[in-house]
C-alpha cells in the first residue's frame, strides 16, 4: 500500500503548479497527506545540514604571522646596495625595492611579463641579460649577508 500513496503524492506534485487542474487533485491530496507528514521530517532534516555548514564557515580566521627568518635586517652586497640602499632589510623590503625598480625603469618584458630585462645594474645580480621572475629571488637572496 506505501507504493500506492507514493504514487498519487507525485501527480499533486505538478497540480500545484498548474492552477487549473487544481480542482481535480484536491481528492488526490487528502489521500496523499499521510505520505506527505512521513516525507516532511526527510525535507527539515536537509535544511539542518545547510544550517550547519555555514557555521563552519563563519569561524574567524587566524592572522598569520609573519616568519621570523624573512623579517630579519640582512646587509645588501654593493651591487644590490645600488638599486635598494646601504641601510640593512628584511629579504621581503629588498625584493619589494627591486620590484620598485624593475617598474620605474620598465625592465619588465612587454610580451612575457614573467622575465625581467637586465639593465647595467641588475646584470650585476643577475649575472645575464634576462631572468625569470622566479629566479630573481634567489639571484637576490645570494647578494644578502
Known amino acids: 500500500m506505501a507504493t500506492a ?3 498519487p503524492a507525485k501527480k499533486a506534485a505538478p ?3 498548474a492552477a487549473a487542474p487544481a480542482k481535480k487533485a484536491a481528492p488526490a491530496k487528502k489521500a496523499a497527506a499521510p505520505a506527505k507528514k512521513a516525507a516532511a521530517p ?3 532534516a536537509a ?6 555548514a555555514p557555521a563552519k564557515k563563519a569561524a ?3 592572522k598569520r604571522t609573519p616568519n621570523a627568518a624573512f623579517m630579519k635586517a640582512m646587509t645588501p652586497s654593493a651591487a644590490l646596495a645600488a638599486i635598494v ?3 640593512p632589510l628584511p629579504r621581503t623590503e629588498v625584493t619589494k625595492k627591486v620590484w620598485e625598480y624593475i617598474k620605474k625603469n620598465k625592465l619588465q618584458d612587454a610580451v612575457n611579463k ?5 639593465d647595467a645594474k641588475l646584470k650585476e ?5 634576462q631572468a625569470s621572475m622566479f629566479e630573481m629571488t634567489k639571484m637576490i637572496n645570494e647578494h644578502l649577508k
Request: glycine fraction near 4%; charge should be positive.
Open 5 to 7: 500513496k507514493k504514487a
Open 114 to 118: 614573467r622575465m625581467i630585462n637586465a
Open 47 to 52: 535544511p539542518a545540514k545547510k544550517a550547519a
Open 60 to 62: 574567524p580566521a587566524k
Open 42 to 44: 526527510a525535507k527539515k
Open 15 to 17: 497540480a500545484k503548479k
Open 85 to 87: 640602499g646601504n641601510s
Open 125 to 129: 645580480i643577475f649575472k645575464k641579460a
